[in-house]
């Protein structure tokens, strides 16, 4: 998976100019680690960390790392591990950036599960709004299973659009999310997920109060083999995360 990230990015290193590289990292505590509305950590606390390098012409790359906590309905293993590079570049005086970028999932426990994704993304900022609209594709892999009829490997596709509202005068912002999972990942179906929140900054500390669900209903998880924890995992929550920025 690695290589095939290389490989998408090859053009884009090609082009980097002698831009110094900045170092930047982040730390997370979280009341519960919700990955597009779908609990991987049991509703249970989480801990993340992230280190991230970039360059002035727009080329970045990075590790993040994330503690789970295997469920009934969802497990992953213990521990989530990705690797992720892209490039993000103003489109001339339009006011549009683009990003393009791969992200390789890896799972402590659960080799079986690692997975690679490629994504694109449009942002534009308006006054103190930031929005950003894009899609995440999982090419056919092992992963992602079969078609039951044709054999073929699935494969899987994310849409989703949020938006970032910084409060004039004041360290809070509102943030909204909503996203659009089918394929291989659709837990019961295809479905949607949100998160809605406030956040606060001063200095190098973020505090965030976000409320995390999906569209997935009662009658969805009561025809899996456990509904209450397929449930469980799926429906709303609130979620508080404390981070610390170096």
Known sequence: MIACAA?????????????????????????????RGLSRSDGQPAVQGDLSVSNGSGLYGGVTLSSEEPGAAVDFGHGEFDLYAGYDHA???????????????????????DL??????????????????????????????????????????????????????????????????????DYTGAYWDYRLGVGASHKAFGLDLSLVGTNLSHAAAARTPDPLATWRAARSAGVISLTYQF
């Open 7 to 35: 490989l998408v990015l090859a053009p884009t290193v090609a082009q980097a100019d002698d831009a110094p590289f900045s170092l930047q990292g982040s730390a997370s505590v979280l009341s519960q680690y919700r990955f």
């Open 91 to 113: 489109l001339g005086s339009s006011g549009f950036t683009l990003d393009l970028g791969a992200r390789g999932y890896f799972y402590a426990d659960r080799s079986g599960a």
């Open 116 to 185: 690679l994704e490629l994504s694109a993304a449009l942002d534009h900022q308006i006054g103190p709004i930031d929005l950003r609209a894009g899609v995440a594709y999982a090419p056919p892999q092992a992963h992602l299973g079969r078609d039951d009829g044709s054999g073929a490997l699935r494969d899987n596709t994310y849409v989703f659009g949020e938006g970032r509202a910084d409060i004039p005068g004041t360290p809070l912002h509102l943030h909204a999310h909503v996203g659009h999972t089918a394929g291989s990942l």
